[in-house]
Structure formats: structure tokens, C-alpha cells
């Protein structure tokens, strides 16, 4: 069985693949260039070379506040997402009950949203009740967002999970919570760190929901980059892209070596 | 190993908005024996084991072990040894780490653990095996691994849900002594579900056939075989010629009956059978075929003039379909050696004569 391509095919395959990649990673790489542009605007072609926007970036107390802030705003967002997240899909695959499908469909359905009205929603039914601490209103409103894709990326693991192996576990006297940790779960890890990926990606770079809920005492950093490039146009704005792009080649990076996520996408 | 003896008594499984999964099944599994837990898919057999095992509740019923009642016993307290077809090997784990599994469940010491895990990989003749990742394993292999990791337990009983379902044929068969002689060796009580009637006789004391959530007959292998109870069983259970008949005469434990294809039988022990109206099985490797002599040649009871419509060769059994004056078709297996037509296999279109002894008609009783 030989399935490679040749001739005129392959060369079609090729340039159509090369077309994709450029489209794809341009605009990144562009932005990567610009960083170290020596010039007091963004050019293009980007001029000489320079670590000068870093130094001034990493001084700019807006952005690093609004980073730290943005870091640590998806980190508790991804940690309640997987916390429900995980319980919420194995209720849904192996639960039995009456409007199984319909919660399933609900579970989901943020994804699907509209993510602007789902934050003016939010920000509806905040000020309704009243709610005053900024910090928990974007926690709340940015797991409302992202766990769906833990539910997601779970539920695909678990559907892929032989279902006779937590029952192989409980007959050899494991209790629920033991077939849990020790069979069910490192089963299910992949899933759940790619969709940990997902929930620390769409968290830390949402615009849409923190715009209705920010207040100037907590801005995440999305918002700090709007205002910026607001404000003055110059390339420290790419370089606190390039910082941003950094640091999620680094979450992943590290999430693979953790549980093998390569293996968890290609499902 | 101390053996047990397991009881259902009145086991009944609903589903909501289903049919009733397993309807009211009352068995004993002595101390020790094998149970084949037989039927077509769909019968309850499985969830009869499951029920046993404490992975599926009794709508109503109860499950005895060794005297104790286990109805309510939590599936993880139960010390039961479950193979799947699957087998259900947790991937993650080493072949060792997936035997000691049950024993850290129990709180066994890692000294202690490690040598059981030796003995029990021993016994299934893997002990060479036990860094491997199960995935590393063939099918046949990894069906022993997960029986190693049922026994290593000590279990009360063992159950096995279609283990060797998923292995080709030669395989399958040298399992199936595999599992019967160390299941003896150990006298472990041992409750299995089958679809496969050769497995089932192969390894089991008892036969359970099941159809529809009912227990037909429950009975050792060769009377299963022999003395069906109901039609279902007689021809789940091998072939079977079957003959609606009216009891004519009745003698003692013999009777004459009239059969509706025209055909008269004679036949020497109709057990309890009440009524006149009744099934008369006779199985086809009791069934006689010979040259018909002439047109007229008088046919007497146990006996009918047919027509060969296809011989099939079977290596050393011939099987004849025939058919009879009135339609009604009949199998007659024959072994190749005595063959009544001497190196002559009949062709399809012949007429024969068909023949049996009385002692082959079974009477079984219409409900």
C-alpha cells in the first residue's frame, strides 16, 4: 500500500499547504517582527532592531498589572471550568435520565452564542442583582464561557473510554471514587487538558464578555491593549502581542509534556 | 479457595418502558460447578450476570452467595472475579499493575502484593509478561492477564461475560480448557454467559438456556441435550426435527403417536407429559437414511419416505435436507463412513427411505 503523491498532485498539495501556513502565520510573524522594530511607529517593513519596546513594555505598570491579572483571572476561570466541566460530562454520557440530551444541548449551547450577548446578559443580570466585586463577575462570567469546551473535549474522551473498564475496576473493590482517580481519569486526562487549553486561551484573550464587566481597578488584558493602541500606535503594542503569543506557546508547550496533548488533538 | 454456592431466587430485572429483561429466574450454582448461562442475544443472560456481579439492581429477587443474602451488597464489596469480552485491561497500567489493581483496592502490602502478582501471572503462564503494557499483548494474552487479575482477588465466585467471544476459533477452543481446568483445579464456582451453545457444553456443569428474560431449562449438559423441555430449547440446543403429533395410544410410559405430516411414531417414554397434543423432536444425527427399494414400499412407525433437496459435505458428517410427502422438511446427519449409499452420496432429487429408533423421539409437552 503506498498512498504518497506524486507529480502533479503532490506539487498542487504542496503550494496549497505552503498558501495555508503563509496565511496562517503571517500576521503572527508580522507582529513578531514589529516588536523589535526600531522606529517610534508601526512600519512595514519593520526597521532595524530593538529590545527597547520589552524594556518599555515590562515598565508599562498597565499592561503588567493587566497581564498578571488576565493570567490569573484564566487560571481560576480554567480551574472552575475543569472542576465542572469533567463531573457535568460524565453525568452526561454515563448518566441516565430523562432530558439527557436536551442538558447536553444546553451545556453546550455557549459555544454556539453569540459571546457579546452572552456577556451583556451577564451584565444584565449582575446589575439586577446588584453584584458589586468585579473580580468574581468576570470569573463567572468567563467559566460561563469556557467550560463548554471542557464538556466537550471530555465527553469526546470518555465516549472513547470502554465502559467496562470502571466496571472491571468495581468488581475488583474499587469504590466509585477510586475507579475515578485510578482508571477513569488518566483515561480522560488528555481531554481534559486540551480542553484546560481551550479554556485558558478563550479566557485570556476574551474581549467580548470582560468589555461589559471590567472596571478600571481590574482590567484584563485584552482591554489594556485596546486602550493602548487607543491611545499611541507605536510597536509597543506588538510587543505586548508577542509577549501574549509567548506565553500560550508556553501553556501548551508545557501541557503537552505534562499529559501528551499531541495525542489528545488528534482524536 | 473456599467454594460457594450461589442462588438466585426469583431474580427479576425491569427496564423502564422495556420488556421485562429477566423475568423471575430461580437457580442454584453448586459449590465448585460451572454455570453456562445460554441464549440467543437479548435473552436476560447478561443481565442476569450483571445482576449477580452487582453492576446492574434487581427490580425485584435475590441474589444468595454461600447462604448470604447479596441483593444489596455494593458491587465493590462483593469479591467477584468479572472477565468482559473486552477484557476491560486498564491500558494505562503495566500487565503487574493491573493484577495488583484489586489487591491495592484491599489494602494488600507491596511485599505481600508483588508475590501474589507473581503467582497469579504464573498460573496463567505469563510471568515473563508483567512490564508490558496490555495494548503490547495479544488478544488470547490479554484475556489471561485479566483472568490472573480476577483470581489474584481470591473471588467468591467467577463470572465471564462472553470472554471468548472476541477470539478466533482455535484460540477460543484451547481457552476454553484452559479456563474449565484451572476453574476445577481452584473448585472456584463460576457462573458464565454464552451465546455459543459448543462453549457452553464444553465448559459448563450446568446449562441455563434463557429466552425472552424466561429460564426454559436449567439442566447438566448431556440431559440439556438429550431431554430438552421446551421447543426453544431443543433447537437452540443442536438440530432438531420437530413433529406436532396427537397421542393415539398410550402404554405405560410408551405411546403411539400420529404426527400431522402423516408420519406415525413410536415412541418409549413420554416422561411427565400430560395431553394429547404434543412436540416430538428427533435429532438428526439419530435419523437413518436408506436407498428407497421401490415406490411402495410400506413405511412403519418411525419411519418416512423423503426427498433429498441438497447433501452438504462436512468433513466426516454428511448433512441431508430432505423433504417430506407433505412439505415439511427434516435433517439427517449421517457420518461419511457408513453412509448408507456405500461410496454413493445420494444427489438431490433422490427419494429415500428415513428411520430412527423409538428410543429417539423426545415427547416434550405443548403449554
Known amino acids: 500500500m503506498n498512498n504518497k503523491l506524486t507529480g502533479t498532485s503532490a506539487a498542487i498539495l504542496y503550494a496549497v499547504t505552503a498558501a495555508m501556513m503563509i496565511f496562517i502565520l503571517a500576521p503572527i510573524v508580522l507582529i513578531i517582527a514589529t516588536s523589535f522594530s526600531d522606529s517610534y511607529f508601526v512600519t512595514f517593513p519593520p526597521e532595524g532592531f530593538t529590545f527597547r519596546w520589552y524594556g518599555e513594555v515590562l515598565q508599562n505598570e498597565e499592561f503588567t498589572s493587566g497581564l498578571t491579572f488576565s493570567i490569573g483571572l484564566a487560571v481560576a476561570t480554567t480551574v472552575l471550568s475543569v472542576a465542572m466541566g469533567v463531573p457535568a460530562a460524565i453525568a452526561l454520557t454515563r448518566g441516565r435520565f430523562v432530558g439527557r440530551s436536551l442538558l447536553k444541548g444546553l451545556a453546550l449551547s455557549p459555544l454556539i452564542f453569540p459571546v457579546l450577548v452572552t456577556g451583556l446578559a451577564l451584565l444584565q443580570l449582575f446589575s439586577g442583582y446588584g453584584w458589586m466585586d468585579t473580580k468574581l463577575k468576570l470569573l463567572i462570567a468567563h467559566t460561563v464561557v469556557t467550560s463548554p469546551y471542557v464538556i466537550r473535549t471530555v465527553l469526546t ?3 472513547l473510554v470502554n465502559p467496562n473498564l470502571e466496571e472491571a475496576a468495581r468488581t475488583l473493590g474499587a469504590t466509585r471514587w477510586k475507579t475515578f482517580t485510578r482508571v477513569i481519569f488518566p483515561q480522560i486526562a488528555p481531554g481534559v487538558a486540551s480542553g484546560s487549553i481551550f479554556c485558558f486561551m478563550v479566557s485570556f484573550d476574551n474581549y467580548p464578555v470582560s468589555m461589559w464587566l471590567a472596571d478600571s481597578a481590574n482590567l484584563p488584558v485584552p482591554i489594556v491593549l485596546y486602550r493602548q493602541i487607543g491611545t499611541v500606535f507605536d510597536p509597543s503594542v506588538a510587543t505586548m502581542s508577542t509577549i501574549i503569543i509567548a506565553l500560550a506557546i508556553a501553556v501548551v508547550l508545557v501541557l503537552d509534556k505534562l499529559v501528551g496533548l499531541r495525542k489528545a488533538m488528534a482524536m | ?7 438466585l431466587e426469583k431474580l427479576t430485572k425491569h427496564y423502564l418502558g422495556q420488556v421485562i429483561a429477566v423475568d423471575n429466574v430461580s437457580l442454584t450454582v453448586k459449590a465448585g460447578e460451572i454455570l453456562a448461562l445460554l441464549g440467543p442475544s437479548g435473552c436476560g443472560k447478561t443481565t442476569c450476570l450483571r445482576m449477580i456481579a452487582g453492576l446492574v439492581d434487581p427490580t425485584s429477587g435475590e441474589i444468595v452467595v454461600g447462604g448470604k443474602p447479596t441483593t444489596h451488597t455494593p458491587v465493590h464489596r462483593r469479591n467477584v472475579g468479572m472477565l468482559f469480552q473486552n477484557y476491560a485491561l486498564f491500558p494505562h497500567m503495566t500487565v503487574a499493575e493491573n493484577v495488583a489493581f484489586g489487591l491495592e483496592m484491599r489494602g494488600v502490602g507491596k511485599a505481600a502484593r508483588e508475590k501474589r502478582v507473581r503467582d497469579a501471572l504464573d498460573l496463567v503462564q505469563l510471568n515473563t509478561f508483567g512490564d508490558r503494557l496490555p495494548a503490547q499483548l495479544s488478544g488470547g494474552q490479554q484475556q489471561r492477564v485479566a483472568l490472573a487479575r480476577a483470581l489474584v482477588i481470591e473471588p467468591s465466585m467467577l463470572l465471564l461475560d462472553e470472554p471468548l467471544g472476541a477470539l478466533d476459533k482455535g484460540l477460543r477452543e484451547s481457552m476454553q480448557v484452559e479456563i474449565r481446568s484451572l476453574q476445577q483445579r481452584l473448585g472456584l464456582t463460576t457462573i458464565m454467559v454464552t451465546h455459543d451453545q459448543d462453549e457452553a457444553l464444553t465448559m459448563a456443569d450446568q446449562i441455563a438456556v434463557m429466552h425472552q428474560g424466561n429460564l426454559e431449562q436449567i439442566a447438566p449438559a448431556g440431559e440439556i441435550y438429550r431431554k430438552p423441555k421446551t421447543r426453544f430449547v431443543a433447537g437452540f440446543i443442536g438440530a432438531s426435527n420437530f413433529f406436532e403429533a396427537t397421542v393415539t395410544a398410550r402404554n405405560g410410559h410408551a405411546a403411539q403417536l400420529a404426527a400431522a405430516s402423516g408420519v406415525s411414531l413410536q415412541a418409549e417414554d413420554m416422561g411427565s407429559v400430560q395431553g394429547d397434543k404434543v412436540i416430538v423432536t428427533v435429532r438428526p444425527e439419530a435419523v437413518t437414511v436408506a436407498p428407497l427399494v421401490g415406490e411402495g414400499q410400506t413405511t412403519g412407525a418411525n419411519m418416512a419416505v423423503a426427498t433429498v433437496e441438497q447433501v452438504v459435505y462436512r468433513g466426516f458428517m454428511l448433512h441431508y435436507y430432505l ?11 449421517r457420518q461419511t463412513q457408513t ?23 423426545h415427547v416434550i409437552q405443548i403449554n
Open chain 2, 339 to 361: 453412509e448408507g449409499f456405500g461410496n454413493v452420496v445420494s444427489a438431490a432429487g433422490d427419494r429415500v427411505l428415513l428411520s430412527w429408533a423409538s428410543d429417539a423421539n
Open chain 2, 1 to 7: 479457595m473456599k467454594s460457594v454456592e450461589v442462588r
Open chain 1, 157 to 159: 474522551s470518555l465516549q
Open chain 2, 323 to 333: 423433504r417430506l410427502a407433505n412439505g415439511e422438511p427434516m435433517v439427517a446427519y
